[in-house]
């Protein structure tokens, strides 16, 4: 899972953070390529915990690409649309 000091800045607990993931079925909402947990025995980047900012809400997990490139980058109206849907979503991952 994400570091204590990571899951306090969001406001969820390691249990959440697995329901999330869970919850994705283990895929980033956006490209859905598979999202990894914090050590994984690739050595990849983990999933990043999504949030609005303004609220703290947390969003969701979301591969490294999505997370810092989604928009500027999408590359088809299905993803534009994934992108929408995700970001109009009420979910907060606190919440699990």
Known sequence: MASRDALKKYGITQKQWLGIYKLQKGLCPICLKKIL????????????????????????LLCYRCNRFTIGRTRSTEQI???????????????I
């Open 37 to 60: 947990k914090p050590g994984n025995k690739l050595g990849k980047r983990a999933a990043n915990v999504d949030h609005d900012h303004k609220t703290g809400r947390v969003r969701g």
């Open 81 to 95: 649309r994934r992108v929408l849907a995700y970001l109009e979503s009420d979910f907060d991952g606190r919440t």
